[in-house]
């Protein structure tokens, strides 16, 4: 009977399909940890934005409230 190479033809092919998984399984945690890399730079570049605009709005109130002063003075 020739179930010795049929196994053993069934067995490489499942070693293959393994390297393969594990191939995908290390490329996509690399993906993944980049991924998280980028992500902790955009929260903070958000961050840094966010404060930028608050910063921003302070100093347009701050002159919006100088300007109607000056109109309520003259």
Do not use: C
């Not at 393994?18 to 890399?37: R, V």
């Not at 903070?44 to 100093?59: F, G, H, V, W």
């Amino acid at each position: 009977m020739n179930t010795k190479p049929n196994q053993s033809l069934e067995l490489k092919e499942l070693e293959e399909k393994l390297d393969l998984l594990i191939e995908q399984y290390n490329a996509l945690k690399n993906e993944n940890h980049s991924l998280k890399i980028k992500q902790e730079a955009l929260v903070k570049e958000k961050a840094k934005l966010i404060e930028k605009t608050t910063q921003a709005r302070i100093r347009v109130e701050a002159m919006i409230s100088r300007l109607k002063a000056m109109e309520h003075g003259s």
